[in-house]
């Protein structure tokens, strides 16, 4: 499976931006699909993930401020990001758990820079 990522830029603090990521390949084998990212000089965490079936689950941090969609149509994955704050600035990478790999597939990072 590969991803294209797309729409990260720049904010205002409390401003909104939102992220698109589209899988092609065998996508009738993905499970899960969502979002990390990575901050300078921190690690990578998971910031939302939504199962085929659409249960999902967010980091504590974005729990009211960010949701996460998708659209098994298009084989895409979305996370609407609001009331951005300057911590959410980091590289946000979306990824897609095929079933049968060990590892998930990855997109290209996308920089999200929250200026207050």
């Known amino acids: 499976v590969q991803l294209q990522a797309s729409g990260g830029g720049l904010a205002q603090d409390g401003g909104s931006l939102r992220l698109s990521c589209e899988a092609q390949?065998?996508?009738?084998?993905?499970?899960?699909m969502g979002w990390f990212r990575q901050a300078t000089g921190k690690e990578r965490e998971l910031v939302a993930v939504i199962a085929r079936g659409g249960r999902t689950n967010y980091i504590d941090s974005a729990k009211g401020r960010f949701t996460i969609s998708r659209d098994n149509i298009r084989n895409g994955v979305y996370l609407q990001m609001n009331s951005l704050k300057s911590e959410d600035t980091a590289v946000y990478y979306c990824?897609?758990?095929?079933?049968?790999?060990?590892?998930?597939?990855w997109g290209q990072g996308t920089q999200v820079t929250v200026s207050s």
């Open positions: 990824y897609a758990q095929v079933r049968g790999d060990l590892r998930p597939s």
């Open positions: 390949g065998d996508v009738y084998s993905i499970k899960d």
